[in-house]
């Protein structure tokens, strides 16, 4: 009996760490996503990434709310040079029906290497996917 | 009958918006008791306002985990001269048993004004009170 709850409960520590990598998976493959339709141009397609009512937190700007403004956000960043995204999720954590991601990202802009960190918070929507609700960064350097 | 369903759904749409707005209410003491220690240039009692491995994110800087880390990341911005700090909660939305902020932040830094914006994942602690999680921020300007 003992043998069997210990075995229970190592199950489930082991079922809930896979299942914890996996989120982390998931969020990876959509920061991917994200990326691409960046590096693609595409600033309504990462619109379309965040929920309906999402705020972006951006530095050197105002804080922005709605995918129009957000996809007008990741637009003027297109048009400014910068490319080359990358995003990689660091400590993935399920709080209710969201997820809080710390990741890093790099990028460039014309000579210049970028790299910074951010604070997303994800919602799960109706049909099991993510979107971005909050997303804020900010820069390593000056 | 009828009427009392609804005045039954009427209530509980009420005491849940009381709930939200005393969240909120809430987290913008807790900023208070931030802004204070800051101000007061007790960097200790800041980072005590932190869970144990809570992470920050400073723009300019690389992400800092735990709170010995913390008092001393505040500890250089104190003595950087970054004075006069005041948080403002702005949208608080509570996720499980954690809750997300965006807040807005005013500071002086010798003869400039910084303005700037937040987000902050807060957890209750076992006696009900809520930490400083996750800490991110950026400037609105340059």
């Given at each position: ?30 920061n991917e996503v994200f990326a691409q339709a960046y590096n693609a141009g595409d600033a309504a397609g990462v619109a379309a990434l965040y ?92």
């Open positions: 009996m003992r043998g069997s709850i210990f075995s229970t409960l190592a199950a489930v520590a082991i079922s809930s760490s896979v299942l914890a990598a996996d989120l982390k998976d998931t969020i990876q493959r959509n929920t309906e009512d999402a705020v972006i937190l951006p530095p050197g700007a105002e804080m922005a709310e709605g995918r129009e403004a957000i996809a007008e956000f990741w637009q003027g960043a297109i048009d400014s040079g910068m490319k080359d995204l990358k995003l990689e999720a660091g400590d993935v954590e399920e709080q209710g029906d969201a997820v809080r991601e710390i990741g890093r990202f790099t990028a460039t802009a014309g000579e210049n290497s970028l790299s910074g960190k951010y604070v997303v918070v994800w919602k799960k929507t109706g049909d099991g996917t993510w979107q971005l609700d909050t997303d804020i960064w900010n820069l390593n350097g000056n």
